[in-house]
């Protein structure tokens, strides 16, 4: 029960972060520091959403849910920082105003 009741919530994770990751831009201008910085984080964002992903597949639970969860730190970070813009969602993002 405990195990269903997990993989229902990461299920839940999953399309909340889908939706995050399709509304995120990278706000920097092309050429900047802080673009770079923006990559540099997007690429971690996927790399830990990927691996959520197959922990899932896998049934790893706890560390697909802790991998699903680095993901979204990175990007809510990411918003608040400013380096993505997230359109103004209070909902999906954590942001500063």
Do not use: C, Q
């Not at 997007?42 to 896998?58: L, T």
């Not at 920082?81 to 954590?94: E, K, N």
């Amino acid at each position: 029960m405990i195990e269903e009741d997990l993989a229902k919530r990461i299920e839940r994770y999953f399309r909340i972060e889908e939706e995050a990751i399709k509304k995120i831009r990278i706000s920097p201008a092309e050429g900047s520091f802080l673009r770079k910085i923006a990559e540099d984080n997007m690429e971690m964002i996927m790399s830990y959403y990927s691996d959520a992903k197959d922990f899932y597949r896998k049934g790893d639970l706890i560390n697909a849910f802790a991998a699903l969860n680095y993901s979204y730190g990175w990007i809510d970070a990411g918003v608040r920082l400013g380096i993505f813009d997230g359109a103004g969602d209070h909902r999906l993002f954590t942001l500063y105003e």
